[in-house]
């Protein structure tokens, strides 16, 4: 079958950096998406890998490494208004978007 | 600019009753469309997609429809909504005919109550 792992919940110190972990075992690839999630809200897009690496983006940055079904999204100089989910999604052989259960991230001051 | 309107935000229905949550898109042509639902503490769910107007791709047996009258309006309906169709719904689109890997613009989602 196919999955997305990443964990419930994770709190993190305004200011400073925390890494939210996501792995994979899909039917094939064809990437992978970031989104923020706030309570209520509908999710934004954040980033998307489809090559191994780190991409950069602001404060964000996302990695992938294939061969490990692995990807993270790394959040740095956190700020209050971070705190939010974070969806985790990979696109199958048929572009059909695979759902992580999303992160819950709370920020304290 | 493009805009996604989903309406309406929330809604509490009775158990038996019908659904029509309706989703339209401004500023573009021809979008592929989406209904997702989310539940608390799980993934979203694709629950159908649309390539074209009438063209409706089902992910799930269940208790609802979707039809897509015009380019860039989707509907989501049940004749009888169950207990267990309570969540968070989500219109959603992305760029292009046919199937893509382009990034998903999401509505603001309606959050469904049925009692």
């Known amino acids: 079958g196919q999955n997305i792992d990443q964990p419930t919940e994770m709190t993190a110190t305004e200011g400073a950096i925390v890494q939210i972990n996501c792995t994979y075992q899909?039917?094939?690839?064809?990437?992978l998406f970031w989104y923020q999630q706030h309570a209520g809200e509908a999710p934004t897009f954040l980033s998307y890998?489809?090559l191994d690496g780190l991409e950069e983006k602001g404060r964000f940055s996302s990695f992938l490494s294939r061969s490990k079904g692995y990807s993270y999204l790394l959040l740095k100089e956190l700020q209050m208004k971070d705190s939010a989910s974070y969806l985790c999604?990979?696109?199958?052989?048929?572009?059909?978007?695979?759902w992580g259960a999303g992160t819950k991230l709370i920020i304290k001051p | 600019s493009q805009t996604i309107h989903q309406w309406p935000a929330t809604l509490v229905q009775p158990v038996g009753s019908p659904l029509s949550l309706e989703c339209t898109v401004e500023?573009?042509?021809?979008?592929?469309l989406y209904w997702y639902r989310q539940a608390a503490g799980r993934g979203l769910q694709l629950l159908f997609y649309?390539?074209?107007?009438?063209?409706i791709s089902s992910e799930v047996p269940q208790n609802l429809s979707a039809s897509r009258p015009q380019d860039r309006q989707f509907i989501l309906s049940s004749k009888k909504l169950l207990l267990s169709d309570s969540g968070f719904y989500l219109c959603?689109?992305?760029?292009?005919?046919?199937?893509?890997?382009?990034?998903?613009?999401f509505g603001s989602g309606t959050q469904l109550s049925v009692l």
């Open positions: 899909t039917s094939g690839f064809n990437g």
């Open positions: 500023g573009t042509s021809n979008p592929n």
């Open positions: 649309s390539v074209g107007i009438g063209q």
């Open positions: 959603a689109w992305n760029p292009g005919q046919g199937v893509s890997n382009e990034k998903l613009f």
């Open positions: 999604a990979v696109s199958d052989s048929n572009y059909q978007l695979i």
């Open positions: 890998n489809v």
